[in-house]
């Protein structure tokens, strides 16, 4: 957590506080059809075998939200979704 405090001018101090969220992965199994366009955009938490079965390597990972955020966003079934959790 980070927190920071802004006392710029009159007025009430302004407290901002930097949650971290911790991320899980969730997998429509009946929708995947091993495609592997998450294993291409995140390959540090997605891996599709040769046969096109999905692993999810780290069901909650810490790294780059934004590789994860498009791993869901072009998936072509919409087998992907991102549940935040505190």
């Given at each position: 957590m ?45 891996a ?35 549940v935040?959790?505190?």
């Amino acid at each position: 957590m980070c927190v920071g405090v802004s006392l710029s001018g009159p007025g009430p101090a302004i407290v901002m506080v930097e949650v971290e969220v911790t991320v899980r992965i969730v997998v429509d199994r009946d929708l995947c059809q091993g495609h592997g366009v998450c294993e291409s955009e995140a390959p540090e938490v997605f891996a599709v075998s040769k046969a096109g079965e999905l692993t999810v390597v780290d069901e909650r990972p810490r790294g780059d939200r934004r590789a994860i955020e498009a791993a869901v966003k072009y998936c072509p079934t919409h087998a992907l979704r991102i549940v935040e959790e505190p």
